[in-house]
């Protein structure tokens, strides 16, 4: 009933800057907090940054002050700016969202993920 469907990783080199997006479709009442994890060859996902509905933002230490997390409610879709890359962030990136279709409760959904490649 409803997806989020990633776009906007590939491969850019060390100081580079990439944009992610994730758009939800389906049956949409409302969406809550949306969010990006990573997870790199071996290593546990990883959440890396959050958005609520009212704009309040958190971010790993690993990220901030480099990435920068964003949300148009419009069209349903959470960006992620990347800049000042580095080669410890490859890894493949995933949104995440907890959407309500018009229940009592909200349901929590994960994109199928892109893979973001920092060459170095």
């Known amino acids: 009933q409803v997806q989020l469907a990633e776009s906007g990783g590939g491969l850019v080199q060390t100081g580079g800057s990439l944009r992610l997006s994730c758009a939800a479709s389906?049956?949409?009442?409302?969406?809550?907090?949306m969010g990006w994890y990573r997870q790199a060859p071996g290593k546990q996902r990883l959440l890396i940054a959050s958005?609520?509905?009212?704009?309040?933002?958190n971010y790993a230490d690993s990220v901030k002050g480099r990435f920068t997390i964003s949300r148009d409610n419009a069209k349903n879709t959470v960006y992620l700016q990347m800049s000042s890359l580095k080669p410890e962030d490859t890894a493949i990136y995933y949104c995440?969202?907890?959407?309500?279709?018009?229940?009592?409760?909200?349901?929590?959904?994960w994109g199928q993920g892109t893979q973001v490649t920092v060459s170095s």
């Open positions: 995440d969202a907890f959407i309500s279709s018009g229940g009592y409760s909200y349901t929590h959904y």
């Open positions: 958005i609520k509905p009212g704009g309040n933002k």
């Open positions: 389906g049956t949409i009442e409302s969406i809550s907090d």
